[in-house]
């Protein structure tokens, strides 16, 4: 179980990043869903050990993870947001070396193992080529690799889908729900998709702060009946900014939705929608805005 007791953050330069977080995870999937500078990576680092906080405490199945750093890294799989490989060694050297660090010491137990895992991301064809000479989404697809070599029990993944494709994606779920089974499982996205349907819990996180935690579905329930759409000119979107509070705008077919938030009907030909997890995002952070105006 991860325990986290008021956790904050305020870097040099004034900005603070984390604000008084708090937060308790047992096993399973956890998403972390929040904007451009929320805090995610801040806040996904402070619990992988590689920064301290200012204050606060985080446990991890009874580790002290600011007094146990190295305790912690021995159970910890973490896929950083950007993160850089060597160049010219091929991914299954690299792996291989890290399997070895990890404390996989027999040879042909190691390079079975290797395999495996080539094979769950989906890069066992190009196991030999260079690192360096991979695209985009293979590289990031070994950056998940090698943040699970060990069984890690603790696995924090920042923003890792960003560069799959939808194939390569779904692979990506699959894996990472079947890990949540035995392991704690953190995962930073500002994709509102990925936790939908991945994750049993889930926070809305803003500037440093959790708005709001519980189950994606449960979340979404919460604004049922005040979700209304219609089909708008884009030029009227402005307008109807000021006279309702728009959610989300999107463009279908030359013609733009807009999903508003209302507690009672607003008429107008808007129609009454089943609510989704994007409009209740979207409503929490608003509504954080309207707070602070
Ligand atoms: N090393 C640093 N020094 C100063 N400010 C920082 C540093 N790292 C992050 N910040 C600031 O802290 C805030 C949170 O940044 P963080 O990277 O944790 O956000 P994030 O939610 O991961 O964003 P993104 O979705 O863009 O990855 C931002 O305002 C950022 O500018
Ligand atoms: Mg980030």
Redesign the pocket.
Known sequence: MLIIKDLNKT???G????NTVNLTLENGMFGLL????????????TIASL?LADSGSIEFDGINVFKQPEELRKILGYLP?DFGVYPKVSAEMMLNHIAKVKGIHNAAERKGYVADLLNKVNLYKVRNRNLGDYSGGMRQRFGIAQALIGNPKLIIV??PTAGLDPLERNRFHNLLSELGENAVVIL?T?IVDDVTNLCQNMAV?NE?KILVQGHPQELSDRLNGTIYRKHIQKSELAQYEKDYTVLTNYLRGGKLNINIHSTSNPGEGFELMTNNLEDFYFYSIGQKQNQEA
Do not use: I, V, W
Request: glycine share 14%; net charge neutral.
């Open positions: 870097y040099p330069n900005t603070q990043a984390l929040g904007p451009n500078g929320a805090g995610k990576s801040t806040l996904m680092r920064q947001q920042d923003e930073s500002h996180f440093g």
